[in-house]
C-alpha cells in the first residue's frame, strides 16, 4: 500500500496562512506521508481513498480554550467537537479543574461533580490525567492546571493570602501537575475561589509552569470597564513569573473582549495592549470565540465576600434578608475592579443557560421571568443561586459586533469554543439551553466571518483555528498538514460551511464539515460520527 488513506483532489489551507492550493494528502499510520500531486498513485494502492473534490483540507482544528474536564469522562466522544472539526482540545481553563481533589477542596468542586454525575476516585492532578487516558476519545485532549483549584486545595474557599507554608504547599500542586503532563496553568480571576488569589501567589504558580516550558491562560480580572488594567495585570504576572523562572514564559489572555457598554468600541485597543507587550518581547496572545454573548455562572452577581463561602453557606447566606440587602447595595454602588453585570448589560442580558431546580428557566432572561412571574430580577437571581448552590450558567449579552469584528481579523489571535464537549439528546450533556457556541464557533468563523461578511481572508481564519493555537499549546507536530507531522485532518465545504446553533437552538451541529481525521482514522465521515475514538491524551512534551 503506498497509504492509508488519501484525500485526492481537495484545495489545502495548510495552517501556515499562505494561499490555497490544489493538493492531495496521504496518510500513513498517524502521519502525513505525502502531500502535493498524488495522482500517480493508483486507488488500488491505497486502503481508503477520498474524494475531496469542492472541498478545502485543512489541519484538524485546535481548540486553545475548552471546559471538557468533566464532559470528557462522561463521554469521552466530545461530539460537538469533532463535528466542528476539532482533532485537539485544550481545556482546563479560567482556573478551574477536577484535581488536585482533596477534603479541603471537595465541598467547592461538588456541584459541579454531581451535575456529571462523577464520583472521582482521583486526587492528584497525575491521578486525574491518568483517568482521562483510560477514556476512549473522540479528539485529542489536553490539560492545564486550575489556579482556582490549587487555592481550593490549600485554602478552601478562604479570603485571604497564603501563608510561605501554604503558598509552597500550591507551587508543589503546579509543580506535580506540570511534571505529570499539564500544558500550563490558568486562572479565573473573577471566580471563587481563583478571585482571592494575590498576584504574588498566582506569579508564584506561573513561574513554576514556566520553568518547565508551560504556558499561562487567563480568565482576567475584568473584562468590563476594567478590563484595560486587567490586561496589564496579565502582561505584570507573566513578567514577574519570568523572572522568577529565569525564562521567559508564554501568555494567553482568554476569550478576549469588550465585555459591557463602557468599552465598546476599544476592541482595537485592547489588541494594540497586547500588541505592544509582544514588540517589548513578550511572548503573548489571546483567544476569542466568535460571538457577541458570553456565558459564565450566576455567581459572578455576588460579591467577593459571599464568594469566600462554601457553596452550602452561600446558599444559607443568601437566604438571609440582611446579606441580601448589602450585596443589594454593592451592585448599586459597585466595587472597585469588581464585574458587576447587574448593571452592565443588566437583567435583559442575563439569560438562565442551566438550572437544576428551576429548569423551566432555561433559555429566559431575568427580566422576562421577572416580568412573568411578578417578581424582583434580584430576588429571582438570588432564590435560584441559592437554590442551587451558586450552579447555575448564564449566557451573557455584553458585547458589540464592531469589537468582536476587530478582534477577529487578528491574524495571532486564535479561536476558541470556550465550551465542553456537548452530545444533543445525551442524559448529562444535553442540559439546559447553552451558549451556541459550544456547537458552532467554528462554521461560524468560516461562514459568517469569512464568507458572507469578509472579516478576515480563508486562509488566515484557518491558520486561527489550527498552527495558531497549536503552537500555543506548544505541540511541535499538530496544527499544520506537513509531511512527518500527526495526520489531524478536516475537510469542510467553503461554500456551504456554516453554524446552526442558535442561542434559542444550540444543540444543532454545523453544515458542511464533512471529514474530520484524528492520529490517522476518520472519526467524521461525510458529516456523521463513523464510532471511531481516534484521540489521545497530550501530555506536555
Ligand atoms: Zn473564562
Not at 120 to 149: I, K, S
Not at 178 to 190: K, P, Q, T, V, Y
Not at 235 to 250: F, H, K, N, S, Y
Not at 397 to 421: F, K, N, R, S, Y
Amino acid at each position: 500500500m503506498a497509504f492509508d488513506l488519501l484525500l485526492r483532489h481537495g484545495t489545502l489551507a495548510d495552517g501556515s496562512g499562505t494561499p490555497l492550493r490544489p493538493a492531495d494528502v496521504g496518510v500513513t499510520g498517524d502521519r502525513i506521508a505525502a502531500v502535493g500531486d498524488l495522482s500517480a498513485v493508483a486507488d488500488a494502492d491505497v486502503a481508503l481513498v477520498i474524494d475531496a473534490r469542492g472541498l478545502v483540507v485543512a489541519p484538524g482544528f485546535v481548540d486553545p480554550h475548552g471546559h471538557s474536564d468533566g464532559n470528557v469522562l462522561v463521554d469521552g466522544a466530545l461530539a460537538s467537537h469533532l463535528h466542528q472539526g476539532y482533532t485537539t482540545q485544550l481545556s482546563g481553563n479560567c482556573g478551574f479543574t477536577f484535581a488536585p481533589l482533596n477534603d479541603v477542596s471537595r465541598p467547592g468542586i461538588e456541584p459541579e461533580l454531581e451535575a456529571l454525575g462523577l464520583d472521582p476516585a482521583w486526587r492528584t492532578f497525575g491521578e486525574y490525567l491518568d483517568a482521562v487516558d483510560a477514556v476512549a476519545l473522540g479528539p485529542n485532549v489536553a490539560f492545564l492546571l486550575g489556579h482556582g483549584t490549587v487555592r481550593g486545595a490549600v485554602l478552601g474557599a478562604d479570603d485571604r493570602a497564603p501563608t510561605d507554608a501554604e503558598l509552597a504547599a500550591m507551587v508543589g500542586h503546579a509543580e506535580e501537575a506540570m511534571d505529570a503532563g499539564a500544558i500550563g496553568l490558568s486562572s479565573g480571576l473573577i471566580y471563587a475561589p481563583g478571585i482571592h488569589g494575590t498576584p504574588d501567589e498566582v506569579a508564584a504558580l506561573v513561574a513554576a509552569a514556566y520553568r518547565r516550558g508551560g504556558l499561562y491562560a487567563t480568565h482576567m480580572r475584568n473584562e468590563s470597564a476594567g478590563v484595560h488594567a486587567a490586561i496589564e495585570e496579565a502582561i505584570v504576572t507573566a513578567r514577574v513569573a519570568g523572572e522568577r523562572a529565569g525564562r521567559p514564559g508564554r501568555l494567553q489572555v482568554s476569550h478576549l473582549k469588550a465585555g459591557a457598554r463602557a468599552v465598546w468600541g476599544e476592541g482595537a485597543a485592547l489588541v494594540r495592549r497586547i500588541e505592544r507587550a509582544r514588540a517589548d518581547g513578550l511572548d503573548a496572545a489571546a483567544d476569542q470565540y466568535p460571538y457577541t454573548a458570553a456565558s459564565t455562572t450566576l455567581a459572578t452577581l455576588l460579591p467577593p465576600e459571599v464568594l469566600a463561602l462554601d457553596p452550602d453557606d452561600a446558599a444559607a447566606a443568601l437566604r438571609d434578608r440582611a446579606t441580601r440587602a448589602r450585596i443589594r447595595e454593592l451592585q448599586a454602588s459597585g466595587i472597585s475592579g469588581w464585574e458587576n453585570v447587574a448593571q452592565d448589560p443588566g437583567w435583559d442580558g442575563i439569560v438562565i443557560a442551566r438550572s437544576a431546580s428551576r429548569p423551566e428557566w432555561n433559555g429566559r432572561s431575568l427580566a422576562a421571568l421577572a416580568g412573568d412571574l411578578g417578581g424582583d430580577p434580584f430576588d429571582l437571581a438570588l432564590d435560584v443561586l441559592a437554590d442551587d448552590r451558586l450552579a447555575v450558567d448564564i449566557v451573557l449579552h455584553c458585547m458589540d459586533e464592531g469589537d468582536l469584528e476587530a478582534i477577529m481579523g487578528v491574524p495571532w489571535i486564535a479561536v476558541c469554543t470556550d465550551a465542553g464537549g456537548r452530545r444533543p439528546g445525551h442524559p448529562v450533556l444535553d442540559d439546559g439551553v447553552p451558549h451556541p457556541r459550544a456547537y458552532g464557533s467554528t462554521a461560524r468563523v468560516l461562514g459568517r466571518y469569512v464568507r458572507e461578511r469578509g472579516v478576515l481572508p480563508l486562509e488566515t481564519a484557518v491558520a486561527k483555528l489550527s498552527a495558531v493555537p497549536a503552537a500555543r499549546l506548544g505541540l511541535a507536530d499538530r496544527g499544520q498538514v506537513r509531511v512527518g507531522w500527526a495526520a489531524d485532518l478536516v475537510a469542510f465545504d467553503p461554500v456551504t460551511v456554516i453554524d446552526e446553533a442558535t442561542y434559542e437552538r444550540p444543540a444543532r451541529y454545523p453544515t458542511g464539515i464533512a471529514h474530520v481525521i484524528v492520529n490517522g482514522r476518520l472519526a467524521i465521515r461525510d458529516g456523521a460520527e463513523t464510532g471511531d475514538l481516534p484521540g489521545r491524551l497530550l501530555r506536555r512534551a
